[in-house]
């Protein structure tokens, strides 16, 4: 280890044996953490160029299980968010897809901090089974055309034990060790085909359209380099995805985009552009147009919200919350929020709403926080939007007899005097 962390250090590069045995010694703890961290350092300092990335997500994905999905016909699709406030696209994307006769197999987490989990999300829905053994999850893909579950098993125990070195010693931002990490998990998964969503600007992870490029390319070069259909999306995130933060609240909005209300929100456009590029992967249509005619006659013809409910059912879910909505966790009280002033939204501070949102109990301050599944917020406003005074900014969902500071909420706003040119929330394409 002391050869690897000197390499790295003045700027070498490892050979996949070294990097194959580092990765052995993280999983069975002859590597001392201390060393790992030093390389990690060393590695967020000087990179790692492409066959070095490779060695790793590969030595990353066969430090566990894997999933087996070839028993099951099709090209089978999954997709990766690379993660934001507000972003309840999968839970909208699988069933839209499977309507669309593509399995769907996708594996989602739980959320740490400001952002939320999809796993959380499901959590709400009362009796749903949201961590699937393998065979369960092979039956709810066979059943319903779609499957997504936690990651159960000893999927990639290197990763959990690298993302928590990293997580304590600032080396989390780095393009190679993002790239080994997702792309490590994603190939484990058994998927054949993977979209990639990867969010830039001041919500997110990568700040700038150069970072999130570099990323999108390193990830689509190593999943193509491991014979993966895979295509990434950048878009930008300035502001929570639609208007709900907050698990039981989420399901709610996702519920209704199904159903084919609000279809020219953000929320909703990204949800089915990403859903249309999984069919194009899938091999159902032969280009993006095609695809996107075939996801709105879907979400139009009501069957992919019946797809929605037959997989609820399929999981032990109370498939009567999906139509009536204070079967979900609700909360102890509801306090409206309004603006003092008439302007125009220029930005909407998506992180600290998210944790706004973390501090009301929606989401875990620490791993093992029991949550509070019925709290949130819903945000009313829009950056570019126009509120005059007295408008309802915030509407918070609260436990009961909890103090509420508006301030708080009102100081995530950002405002404009003048009208704003309206930004696109697709920024680019990386294949
Ligand atoms: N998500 C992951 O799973 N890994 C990273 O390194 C960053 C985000």
Not at 156 to 165: F, G, K, M, V
Not at 232 to 258: D, H, Q, Y
Not at 326 to 348: C, D, F, K, N, T
Request: with cysteine; aromatic share 4%.
């Amino acid at each position: 280890m002391y050869d690897l962390i000197h390499a790295k250090k003045t700027g070498g590069a490892l050979a996949p044996e070294q990097i194959q045995a580092w990765v052995r010694g993280v999983v069975d703890g002859s590597v001392p953490p201390e060393q790992s961290a030093a390389l990690l350092m060393a590695i967020c300092w000087r990179g790692m160029d492409t066959e070095e990335t490779l060695a790793l997500t590969l030595a990353m994905r066969d430090s566990g299980d894997r999933m087996d999905l070839s028993a099951i016909p099709g090209t089978k699709v999954d997709k990766h968010s690379t993660g934001g406030v507000g972003d309840k696209t999968t839970l909208i994307i699988g069933p839209v897809v499977a309507a669309c006769g593509v399995p769907c197999a996708m594996f989602s987490g739980r959320g740490l901090g400001h952002t939320g989990g999809t796993v959380d999300k499901y959590s709400a829905i009362p009796g749903l089974r949201v961590e699937l053994e393998p065979e369960a999850f092979r039956e709810s893909l066979r059943a319903t055309g779609f499957a997504n579950s936690a990651q159960t098993g000893d999927i990639c125990p290197a990763d959990r034990r690298l993302y928590a070195l990293r997580d304590i010693t600032a080396t989390v931002e780095s393009i190679p060790l993002i790239t080994a990490s997702i792309m490590s998990k994603k190939l484990a998964g058994g998927a054949d085909a993977l979209v990639l969503d990867v969010k830039c600007g001041g919500g997110a992870f990568m700040r700038t359209l150069e970072e999130a490029q570099a990323l999108a390319r390193s990830m689509v070069d190593v999943g193509r380099a491991h014979g993966m259909r895979i295509k990434a999306l950048l878009t930008r995130m300035e502001e929570p995805l639609g208007w709900a933060i907050g698990n039981a609240l989420e399901v709610m909005e996702s519920v209704e985009i199904l159903k084919g209300w609000h279809g020219e929100c953000p929320l909703a456009q990204m949800s089915f552009r990403l859903a249309g590029e999984m069919l194009v992967l899938g091999g159902v249509a032969d280009g993006i147009e095609s695809a996107m005619e075939e996801v709105k006659r879907v979400v139009h013809s009501g069957e992919a919200m019946e797809r929605f409910r037959a997989w609820t059912r399929h999981n032990g879910g109370d498939v009567r919350c999906l139509d009536d909505f204070s079967r979900l966790p609700q909360a102890g009280q509801r306090v409206e929020i309004r603006s003092g002033r008439s302007a125009w939204i220029e930005a909407l501070d998506s992180r600290s709403l998210g944790i706004l949102a973390m501090e009301l109990g929606a989401g875990r301050r620490n791993q093992g926080d029991v949550l509070d599944l019925g709290v949130g917020l819903k945000v009313h406003g829009t950056v570019g939007g126009r509120v005059e005074a007295g408008d309802v900014l915030f509407t918070i969902y609260a436990k009961a007899g909890v103090p509420i500071d508006p301030d708080r909420f009102l100081a995530a706003v950002c405002w404009s005097e003048t009208p704003l040119a309206a930004s696109p929330w697709l920024l680019g394409v990386v294949e």
